[in-house]
């Protein structure tokens, strides 16, 4: 996955753990796409140190994500689902009672999970 989308997913989901100063700086990096130097300008901190903040919270997120794995949940979930969708859409092209069976296997592997 792009680091940029896997910064935003973990932001999604963890952000609010972060302090409100990291949260902005990682917001204009992430989010608003700004570069180092325009966070730094606008901080009035120099551009290392913004590249450390980011790289803190990185850190950070991603023991969030290593202990609690909800985004990981979140994607296998989201697959599933997908598959549920494609099956669904796929149901006149093959036998029904086929796709109903695997449709139901993957509901209740979702079930599990939560």
Known sequence: ??????????????GELLTERQRNIFEDFVLNDLSLSEIAKEEGISRQGVHDLIKR???????????LHLLERFLNTKAKVTRIRTLSRNCQ??????????????SDEILEEL
């Not at 919270?57 to 202990?67: A, I, N, Q, S, V």
């Not at 036998?95 to 139901?104: G, L, N, P, Q």
């Open 1 to 14: 996955m792009e680091r940029k989308v896997m910064q935003t997913y973990l932001y999604d989901f963890y």
């Open 93 to 106: 092209e093959q036998r029904e009672s086929e796709v109903m069976a695997e449709i139901e296997a993957i």
């Open 57 to 67: 919270c990185d850190r950070t997120l991603e023991g969030y994500e290593e202990k």
